[in-house]
């Protein structure tokens, strides 16, 4: 299959969606791997070191052009929309709950769309989503603690505190896969940490790992009033999977916080989990409502790309081998996980969230099938 990797476009997304060792090992299945023209540049990977490996270097049009299955880290772009072409697969991150207007033009494209974040196992583990949110969760605390700081607007208060002086609260909802990386990194720096969780398991789970350094709560809409109240910083980490996130911080609710405070919506990829957050980007990754500092960064991993793209190719590229050694529609066939990540077929929504969250048909993807072949 010939296997293109386009460059990334999206404001300060400097990771790509395939490592020279990922390249490798398409070329040695016998497939033929373009790579467009600086696309690695970002994540320190140059031109060259594809090209030693087998890979060709080409230029957007002619990636887009060429390529069976396009691969990509950031959903496609306007300026994108155009390229993508019937019989193509693309694979990438799409949170297509989040947009409409993306929805539409990949209906409209004919391509076959698999969203790297809907890829989900029998158990509910969502493989590709997971290094992501992993990176994302630290950083959240990471960028909390410095958006707590007075120079750049905080509350002007040290997250871990010091001998003789209590640290700050965070408190975190949703303790899934960010929420419990934010919980490990804000209580490796001292602070107290409490965990909104709705899933008991989930919570029974979290005590095993994390034992009785964190406090952990059911969620529900007067538990979070009462938490948010009382946190230096919030972390926001819920997740509906493949749906728009719900706003369980309302803006009277930040109202209610106190000044100086910070809330990180990690979860504003899927909308966002709080009422006033819209998204930022790393050059202003902050604003301020009711004087809380809202930080809202929709691709949070792609400040620290050397290890985001490894972390995430990773774990994409045995999905990526068994795409391009089989065809999409065999793949899919063979491993229901993957075929749960596609969003869209032959101008078909047919991942159920997604068309609800738009009020568009849904049409499951047992009716699309046979898709065209690649
Ligand atoms: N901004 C970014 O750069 C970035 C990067 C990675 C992930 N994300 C986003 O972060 C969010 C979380 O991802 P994840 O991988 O941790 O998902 P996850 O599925 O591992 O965890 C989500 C958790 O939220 C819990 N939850 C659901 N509803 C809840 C509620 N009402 N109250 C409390 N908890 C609730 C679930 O039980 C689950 O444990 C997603 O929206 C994801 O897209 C954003």
Redo the contacts with the bound molecule.
């Keep these: 299959m010939n296997v293109g990797v386009a460059k990334e476009i999206k404001q300060d997304e400097y990771r790509v969606a395939l490592t020279p060792a990922g390249a490798l090992e398409l070329t040695r299945r016998g497939h033929s791997v373009v790579i467009e023209r600086g696309a690695g540049d970002g994540s320190s990977f140059p031109d060259n070191t594809y090209t030693a490996v087998g890979a060709r270097i080409a230029s957007v049009e002619d990636v887009w052009a060429e390529s069976d299955l396009v691969l990509k880290v950031k959903e496609p772009l306007p300026e994108e929309y155009g390229r993508l072409r019937e019989g193509q697969v693309l694979f990438t991150y799409l949170?297509l709950a989040a947009s409409e207007e993306l929805t539409r033009a990949l209906m409209d494209s004919g391509a076959a769309c698999v969203a790297y974040?809907t890829v989900e196992s029998d158990d509910r583990a969502?493989p590709l989503?997971?290094p992501?949110?992993e990176i994302?969760?630290r950083l959240a605390s990471q960028a909390g603690a410095q958006f707590l700081e007075k120079p750049v607007g905080g509350r002007g208060l040290l997250l871990g505190g010091v001998p003789g002086v209590a640290p700050g609260k965070a408190v975190v909802?949703?303790?899934?896969?960010?929420?419990y990386n934010a919980a490990v990194i804000a209580l490796g720096l001292g602070a107290e940490v409490t965990i909104?969780?709705?899933?008991i398991d989930?919570m029974r789970h979290l005590e095993e790992v994390l034992g009785s350094r964190v406090t952990l709560l059911m969620?529900s809409a007067l538990q979070i009033e009462e938490s948010v109240a009382e946190a230096d910083l919030v972390v926001g980490?819920?997740?509906?999977?493949g749906a728009l996130?719900?706003k369980?911080i309302t803006r009277e609710m930040i109202g209610g916080m106190k000044d100086g405070s910070v809330v990180c919506d990690?979860?504003?990829?899927?909308g966002g989990c709080v009422e006033t957050s819209r998204p930022t980007t790393h050059s202003e990754p902050v604003f301020v409502v009711d004087g809380v500092t809202h930080y809202c960064?929709?691709?949070?991993?792609g400040a620290v790309p050397i290890t985001s793209t490894k972390a995430l190719t990773n774990a994409t590229l045995p999905y990526v081998e068994q795409i391009a050694d089989n065809g999409l529609r065999e793949a899919i066939a063979e491993d229901a996980a993957l075929a749960r990540g596609v969003n869209v077929l032959d101008g078909q929504v047919t991942y159920e969230a997604v068309a609800e969250a738009h009020g568009l048909d849904y049409t499951p993807l047992h009716d699309v099938l046979p898709l065209t072949p690649a």
């Design positions: 949170h974040e969502l989503l997971a992501m949110s994302a969760g909802i949703g303790g899934g896969m960010v929420g909104l969780e709705r899933s989930r969620s980490a819920v997740l509906i999977p996130a719900p369980l990690v979860a504003i990829d899927q960064v929709a691709n949070m991993p």
